[in-house]
């Protein structure tokens, strides 16, 4: 092969290379997970792996629907810590979301409200800024997806002297894929491995929802503020 041929294929496989930006923003997160935690395996000592279960209660403090009202709910999560300061965690979190507007006029009222279930399925890279302390500073990248129920509309009309008329609609809804950032706390308890823990995780994601079988599904940005307190044990 002359050194023509050679510059030539080498051409042709560059065409051909497939973009790398193509379809990797999803895989960022996963793949910087991977190579920190191999880079701190390597610098913790000889097996000494830590695992943290954690349960707690949780509120949605800011929806961008109709207006803001709290919205509890509960979280659940499992970190394998490779290092005093690395870990990776995996959670479940549900929160029944509901929002709604009240008007008066002159006597009139008509009070409207939404709600939907919501479900992540979230990965957190975990950095432990203070571990020896008594009180440690966890922070990361969050990464996952929504599941949601169908969201329920509900409007209750009322003219002074005239009974109250209530009426109600459902329509599907779908989420999608999740990302934000966290920030906790994990305050010890006593001497031993159990921890009172506390902290917030915004998330953002967009919702579809289809008002008619055959309409364009109509989407909108739901991006809460979860903060959470609750209790945690290192085993």
């Known amino acids: 092969m ?8 080498k051409r042709q496989t560059t065409r051909n290379a497939p973009d790398p930006a193509i379809g990797r923003s999803p895989f960022l997160f996963v793949a910087f997970a991977l190579l920190l935690l191999l880079g701190e395996t390597g610098r913790a000592a000889a097996a000494d792996p830590r695992w943290q279960l954690a349960i707690a209660a949780t509120t949605a403090l800011r929806t961008p629907i109709l207006g803001v009202e709290d919205s509890p709910g509960w979280s659940a999560g499992l970190e394998y810590r490779a290092s005093r300061r690395i870990g990776v965690e995996l959670d479940v979190l549900g929160n029944r ?51 949601t129920g169908d969201l ?26 999740a990302a934000g950032a966290h920030l906790r706390l994990d305050i010890r308890l006593g001497q031993g491995r159990s921890f009172l823990t506390a902290g917030a995780t915004y998330v953002r994601s967009r919702v579809e ?22 209790y945690s044990v290192r085993f």
């Open 152 to 177: 329920t509309l509900s409007a209750r009309s009322q003219i002074p002297g005239e009974p109250a008329v209530v009426e109600k609609e459902r329509f599907k809804a779908k989420g999608g894929i």
């Open 209 to 230: 929802v289809a008002e008619q079988p055959d309409s364009e599904p109509r989407s909108f940005d739901f991006d809460p503020l979860i903060v959470h307190l609750g």
């Open 2 to 9: 002359t050194p023509t041929d050679r510059t030539k294929d």
């Open 97 to 147: 979301i509901e929002d709604g507007i009240e008007i008066d006029f002159f006597g009139a009222e008509l009070d409207v409200k939404q709600s939907f279930q919501a479900t992540w399925l979230l990965s957190r890279l975990n950095v432990h800024f203070t571990p020896d302390s008594r009180v440690d500073l966890v922070a990361g990248p969050v990464l996952g997806h929504l599941g």
